[in-house]
């Protein structure tokens, strides 16, 4: 595993938990930073796929794996035990398991935070626990109050996954289309479903069923046609997404389908009611135009890249953009990756309306 090397409050997160060492200075825009992988915890974790401070001072990173164990690192050192394991919970399978956690925005005085997992029955399902906080756990799985579970479709595959407090306080997460390939059953543009939508809800009811409301703000609340729950749709994917924590702005990384990856990015006032175009569209390019409306009702991705190991590759993971102080060289840039390739970029503002891709 690969983590940043200074524990900050909003990581770079990529690469099944990567992480970025800055060498040198920018000496202009179009001298990017030089990227250097370093392993900083070596043993002791099984398919990390996520990283999370909990934001309530300790310091402490929760790494997420896969086949359900939560474990702690603590200045640099990883924790005996397991903080959470629900590894009875999950389904087989390499698409599957436990795929996301977050804590609420008030963690350090209400102890509340939720996990985004597959059911042994491969439904989505997003459920709450509640700790002592600065407890490193074990987390009493009793606890546990599921919040909504999202019923399979046709496949138990491209199942998304990161979820992320908003900054106004709202709980998002992106689910993929649930379909074995090509969104045949066009899932990501029903919206009577929830899988190809990026999803918002206010978990802020901690005491009556369902547990959530729908903010009156959700785009499609006035929309028969569209859940209420939806706040954008049209991904295939999307394999780590994340806020800028300066400006809010949203970025999403939608694994692609035949041939093309993609990294979307929209400011967050106006990522609401996005259709991001899958499957009509796969990145900038024509997929199944079929039934599809014209052009210009879709949200293009900022950059997409081909499938090859040269130049491109297969299965896009976002990450962040770095607002830390410790890389005056990386401030501002966008990390994405690569997990079949290896192949990573930066991507910043050039400051005339597009962007600068290294």
Known sequence: MYILKTVKKNLITFLFAAAVLLFGTESSAQTPPFLLFTPVISSGLISPLDIINAGDGTNRLFIVGRTGRVKIVLNGVLLAGDYLD???????GSENGLLSMAFHPDFETNGYFFIYYLTTTFDVRVSRFNVTPGSNG??????????????????????????????????????????????????????????????????????????????????????????????????????RWSFDRLNNDVWIADVGEGEWEEINRLPFAS????????????????????????????????????????????????????????????????????????????????????????
């Not at 293009?300 to 299965?315: L, M, R």
């Open 86 to 92: 629900v590894h009875t919970l999950l389904p087989p």
């Open 138 to 239: 074990p987390v009493d799985i009793n606890t546990r109050v599921d919040i909504i579970t999202v019923p399979t479709v046709t496949a138990s595959f491209h199942n998304g996954g990161k979820m992320i407090f908003g900054p106004d306080g709202n709980l998002y997460f992106a689910i993929g289309d649930g379909s074995p390939g090509g969104d045949p059953d066009n899932h990501a543009q029903d919206g009577n479903l929830l899988w190809g939508k990026m999803v918002r809800l206010n978990v802020d009811n901690f005491t009556t069923p369902p547990y959530y409301t729908i903010p009156p703000d959700n785009p499609y609340v006035n929309n028969p046609a569209v859940r209420d729950e939806i706040f954008a749709i049209g991904l295939r994917n999307p394999w």
């Open 271 to 358: 990522s609401g009611g996005v259709n991001y175009g899958w499957r009509c569209y796969e990145g900038t390019h024509e997929f199944n135009t079929t039934g599809c409306l014209a052009q210009s009702n879709y949200t293009f991705p900022i950059f997409d890249y081909p499938h090859n190991n040269t130049t491109g590759g297969f299965s896009v993971t976002g990450g962040h953009v770095y607002r830390g102080t410790e890389f005056a060289a990386m401030y501002g840039y966008y990390i994405c990756s690569d997990y079949v390739s290896g192949n990573a970029w930066l991507i910043k503002s050039n400051g005339s309306g597009g962007w600068n891709i290294s």
